[in-house]
Structure formats: C-alpha cells, structure tokens
C-alpha cells in the first residue's frame, strides 16, 4: 500500500482538471474572457475619446477602461465564476461524489480557487497586453509590484466572497440572479463601467463601502501615470482583504456538499431512468 | 469477524423517523443485500455508513471506525456508489476516472477497471455522450477505483440493460472472491438472490427479515404451483381452491402441494383444459419479499421506478 499522494501534488491534479473544465464550457469563458474584452472594445469606440480624472488627475478614458475592465475580468473569473459553478456542482451531487473520496475538502476547495485564480490571471494579462498594444497604455515596472499584490489580494477576497456566495445560494437556479445582482450594479458606481468624476457624497460612500470599488481603484492607480510608485493602496487593500476573511468565515461555516432538497436539477434525475 | 457494526440506528428528518432502531452485523468478505420498498430507509442507513448523514442515535462501526466522525483514512478504504449523483460532463471517461482516483492510496489502473464495467471502449469520449446505463456504470467504476475494502452499492444496476447487469453481477462476484465486504441496495430480487450471502427486508425503517436467501425462501415451507391456462376459460372454480388468477397467469400457494396439485389437474380435467406451463417449486425470493413488503400497507414497490426527488 503506497501512501496517498500529498495535498500538494492533489491539488495541482485538482488545478489541471478545474482548468480543463472551464475551457470546455464555451459560456463560462465567454462570460468571464470575451465579454470583459468585448466591453473594452465596445466601450472604448462609444466614450473612448477624451480624458478623466477619478481622483489621480486626468488619464485618457482608454486607458481608465484597460484597467477598469482588467479588475472585473479578476473579479468575474474569481466571484461569479465560482458562485455560479459551485451550486451547480453541488445540485448535480458532484460535491457529494468528492466528499466520498479521500480528497481532503480543502484541496478540492483550494483546486477550484486556483482555477478561478489562474483564470484570472489569464484576464488580466490578456487586458493589459490590449490596453498596452492598443490604447498606449504605459506600464511602469516599479508599480508592477503593487499592481501583483493588489491581483493577489483581489482574487483571494473576492474567491473568498465567490465560496460564500455559493454556500449560502439555496440553489444552482437562484446563483446566478444572486451573483449578478450582487455584482453588477456595484460595478456602476464603481468605476468599472462608467468613470465616476465627483459623485454624489452617498454614492461615493457605497462605493467604497463596498470591496469592488476599493479593489478596482486600487488595481487602477498602479497603471496611472500621474501616482507615484510604488502606488500601494494599502487602506482600500486592507478592506479588500477584510471582505475577504469575512467571505472565508461564511464559506467554511455554511459550505454544504450535499445537493439541497429543492434543487436537485433535471441532471442528477436523469441518472436514474425516467419512468 | 463483523466489519460493519449497527447497534439500534435511528434516523429521524424533523418528525419523519426514517430509520427506527436497526441493528445489523456485516462480516468480513460477505455481500449483504439490502432489500425494502421506496421510502423504507435503505440509502439513509447505507448513507449513515458512507459517513455523508448524520444519525440521531445508535452506535455504528465500519472498519473499526465511526464513519461520523472519520476523514480520508475511512474514505480510502471505502468505496461508494451512490443511488444518484453527478460526474463532470466536461470530462472523458478516462478522465474521470484518473481524477477521481489520484486521492487513494490503492488506486487500481483506469483501464482496468474500465475493462471491468464494460467500458474500456468509451474512455476517450466525454461523459456527457454516454447513455444513462453507461453513466451508471462510470458510477460502479468509480466506487472500485480505490480497491475498497468495503463497498456500498446502492441500487447499483439500476438502468442496466440484462447483459450489463449480469457483467456487474460478474465484476461484484470476483469483488468477493478478493475479500470486498459488500452492502449493496437493491429492487431486483434476482439480482439479491445471486449476489447476497444474507439479505435483510428493512419496511418502515425497522429490520422485518433477515437470513440468507436460502433461509428466507424456506421459512414458510410453502410451495408454490403456476400455471397457465387458455384465455377464455371459466376460472371460478380456482378460487375456492385458494389460487391467485391474473389473466391467464395461476399461482397457488400451500403448506399440501400433493393435495392441492391432485385438486388443481382434478378441476383441470372437468373442465377440459390444459394446465400449461405447470411448475411446482418453492416461493422464490420475491414471493417472499412481496409478503413482507405488501403487507406494511406500503404502495407496492416498483423495480423500475428508483427515488426520484419527486417522492419525498
Ligand atoms: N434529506 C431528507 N430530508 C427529509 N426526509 C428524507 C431525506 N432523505 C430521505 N428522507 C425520507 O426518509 C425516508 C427514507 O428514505 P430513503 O431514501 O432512505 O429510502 P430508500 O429505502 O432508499 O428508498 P428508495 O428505494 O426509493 O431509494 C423517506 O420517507 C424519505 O422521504
Ligand atoms: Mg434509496
């Protein structure tokens, strides 16, 4: 009998499938790839022309885009995707299959949050590497670093937030409405669709209340031209990461692996031979 | 020696009592069936012992371990088919397998045991593209990937066309000849009545019958003739001699099968008709089954119609 194999090495087995399932979902990565780089282009041709000033003095509205768009691929790949993908796991008694293996929960957890995470990274990079070809975005090396931890910070929170989202849904068919609600108008007042130039007090106030907003500035302000290096945000990163723990509580205190009654959807039925 | 030790299990779901006091030793190397109609308890105690359910009270032991309370070590040593549950569609057969196998620390050859459900064929397609029986039988595939030292099946063939379900039959009999201690779930008597080396009858959550196949069939010592008679003859007469007539279908149950057969070919003459098909022979499993079952007052359980959602 050979010792099971280590929590590492299952993990990166785990990493290498999650990654090979996302690709053979076409909608998946439409939603969290195509489209962030579809409103890039899009947005860019209606308001692209002038410039904008968020707080750090004015920058071209192009450039504003990259960036914005860049931070909400990080967040769709990590928060929706996994808020999405886990219901669905969970109805189907996929979860329930893994519970009955030796895998350690955690390292499949960890396996989907890598997925999400590598995901991520692919958007930012793909985002960037636009703004950079495209929209004479200029990236300094010494904010690089900043611009990396901020992604570190961001993809853990809002993985963290994705998890919690999946475990309190009560159903695959409520997770979508639920992330989405929860996501996208948050993404209008904070600077991701729209620059917001003086907001109203209150709406600035929610904004930042908020993990996205700070996320998204934060991830913005190391591309600016006029901050100076090395551009950590510390403050609205320490809120991120705050957001973050807060999401990892709910996640570890309300994750349930079995399919809940109500939401058994018509896959799992279709095992057994309809009568 | 038991490796699956049940002492007065209860499970209760809010008011309903689901399990009411079963208690039920497993010795090593036995396949024991578990037999019982829609709703009577069986994937709650099967589920109790795969460590996915919490019980309410009772003690249980598989292994020498509370699945309750057991982690990776238990689940490495168990294998678990479940009555329904989902595979990732995205991917291959093969696929599947391999991943879902890299956690145990005695993991059989993906192939092999594609070999053995009958599969070896499919392994590059995607999981999406096999038909429900074949999907059923990745279900089977992956309950042995981890060469389990017991294995909980429930209702493992159903959706099996015959010849898959007699392959499994096969794959579960070699199963034992390596020492597998096996509980498995069923609505085919047949298939009970191959497999199991005991069967328990559990009817509203309690144990009703337990013995060997070969126990249960004999308890009565009842005899049972069949027969068939031409459609449309008069079969009045049958009745009082205690036969059961469905359509053209006669059986006939007694404690005096010499009397009954001499009443039976006696009425047979007077009326000039042929008995055909005659059989005499003992209540085979089901007969037995039915029994017990029916007479809970439960809805007749219907082989072909497994728990759905629906039901609870
Ligand atoms: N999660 C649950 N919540 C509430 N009640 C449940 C739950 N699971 C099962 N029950 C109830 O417990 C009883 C026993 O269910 P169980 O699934 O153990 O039956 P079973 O013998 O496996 O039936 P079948 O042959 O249909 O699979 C049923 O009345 C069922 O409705
Ligand atoms: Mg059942």
Same mark, same amino acid.
């Given at each position: 009998m050979?010792?099971r194999a ?12 999650q ?5 053979r979902?076409p ?25 904008v000033?968020?707080g750090?003095?004015?920058?071209p509205?192009?450039q ?14 990590t ?12 109805d189907e008694g996929i ?6 293996t ?5 390292v499949?957890?960890?396996g989907?949050?890598a997925?999400g995470?590598v995901?991520?990274l692919?958007?930012v ?7 950079v ?9 010494a ?5 990396f ?10 993985a ?18 639920v ?7 948050l993404?209008?007042?904070s ?27 934060a ?16 403050g ?14 709910v ?12 939401g058994?959807s018509?896959?799992r ?7 | ?6 002492a ?5 779901y ?14 090593e190397?036995?396949v024991?069936?578990?037999?019982g109609?829609?709703g009577?308890g ?6 109790i ?14 292994l ?22 989902g595979i990732?569609?995205?991917?291959? /057969? ?6 879902? &196998? #890299?956690?145990?620390?005695?993991? *059989?050859d993906p192939?092999? $045991?594609? !070999?053995?459900v ?7 397609d995607?999981?999406?593209?096999l038909?429900g ?5 990745i279900?089977l595939a ?10 909980f099946?429930?209702e ?10 007699r392959?499994?039959?096969?794959l ?7 020492g ?10 047949d ?26 069939m ?5 005899? /049972?003739?069949?027969f068939?008679v031409?459609? &449309? #003859?008069n079969?009045?007469?049958? *009745?009082?001699?205690g036969? $059961?007539? !469905?359509?053209?279908?006669v ?22 008709v042929?008995?055909?098909d005659?059989?005499v022979?003992?209540?085979?499993l089901?007969?037995?089954y039915?029994?017990?079952?029916v007479s ?7 082989p072909d119609m497994?728990e ?5």
């Amino acid at each position: 009998m050979s010792p099971r194999a280590s929590n590492v090495a299952l993990t990166v087995v785990q990493l290498r499938y999650q990654l090979k399932i996302f690709w053979r979902t076409p909608v998946a990565a439409f939603f969290t790839l195509v489209l962030p780089l579809v409103m890039l282009v899009l947005f860019n041709a209606l308001f692209g022309g002038g410039s904008v000033d968020t707080g750090q003095g004015e920058w071209p509205v192009r450039q504003f885009y990259t960036g914005a768009l860049a931070a909400f691929a990080a967040v769709s790949a990590t928060y929706t995707n996994l808020a999405n993908t886990v219901p669905i796991l969970r109805d189907e008694g996929i979860l329930k299959r893994w519970r009955g293996t030796p895998l350690p929960p955690s390292v499949y957890v960890a396996g989907m949050v890598a997925m999400g995470v590598v995901v991520a990274l692919i958007g930012v990079v793909v985002l960037l590497g636009i703004g950079v070809v495209a929209y004479d975005l200029e990236l300094d090396a010494a904010k690089m670093p900043a611009a990396f931890v901020t992604f570190v910070v961001g993809v853990a929170a809002f993985a963290a937030m994705g998890m919690a989202c999946a475990a309190v849904v009560p159903n695959a068919r409520s997770a979508p409405a639920v992330a989405n609600a929860t996501i996208l108008p948050l993404a209008f007042i904070s600077n991701v669709f729209t620059p917001l130039e003086d907001p109203p007090g209150w709406l600035d106030a929610v904004g930042d209340f908020f993990p996205l907003k700070p996320f998204v500035t934060a991830f913005q302000d190391t591309l600016h031209p006029l901050t100076d290096a090395p551009a950590f945000a510390w403050g609205r990163l320490g809120w991120v990461a705050l957001w973050g723990v807060a999401g990892a509580i709910v996640s570890v205190k309300k994750f349930r692996w079995e399919p809940s009654a109500e939401g058994a959807s018509p896959r799992r039925r279709r095992r057994t031979p309809a009568s | 020696m038991p490796v699956i030790e049940i002492a007065n299990l209860v499970k209760r779901y809010g008011e309903l009592t689901a399990v009411n006091g079963v208690s039920l030793e497993i010795n090593e190397g036995e396949v024991f069936a578990l037999l019982g109609p829609n709703g009577a308890g069986k994937s709650t105690v099967v589920e109790i012992l795969e460590g996915h359910r919490d019980r309410t009270s009772g003690d249980v032991s598989v292994l020498g371990l509370d699945p309750g309370k057991a982690g990776a070590e238990y689940r490495d040593q168990i294998g678990i088919v479940l009555q329904s549950s989902g595979i990732e569609d995205e991917l291959s /057969v093969l696929e599947a397998l391999d991943v879902y &196998g #890299a956690s145990y620390s005695t993991r *059989r050859d993906p192939m092999e $045991v594609l !070999e053995l459900v009958g599969l070896a064929d499919r392994a590059q397609d995607r999981v999406s593209q096999l038909s429900g029986g074949q999907q059923r039988r990745i279900d089977l595939a992956l309950g042995i990937i981890g060469t389990p030292k017991v294995l909980f099946l429930d209702e493992p063939t159903t959706g099996f066309d015959p010849s898959a379900r007699r392959q499994s039959w096969e794959l579960i009999d070699g199963l034992r000849d390596l020492g597998t201690t096996i509980l498995l779930t069923t609505h085919y008597m047949d298939e009970a009545q191959h497999l199991a080396d005991r069967v328990g009858v559990i009817v509203g959550g309690e144990i009703a019958v337990i013995g060997t196949p070969a126990e249960l069939m004999d308890a009565t010592g009842d005899t /049972v003739v069949r027969f068939q008679v031409p459609h &449309g #003859a008069n079969t009045d007469g049958l *009745r009082p001699l205690g036969a $059961v007539v !469905e359509g053209i279908a006669v059986s006939c149950r007694t404690a005096t099968p010499t009397k009954t057969l001499h009443e039976l070919t006696s009425w047979a003459l007077a009326q000039g008709v042929e008995l055909f098909d005659l059989t005499v022979s003992r209540p085979s499993l089901e007969d037995v089954y039915l029994q017990l079952a029916v007479s809970d007052a439960q809805p007749s359980p219907a082989p072909d119609m497994p728990e759905t959602r629906g039901q609870q």
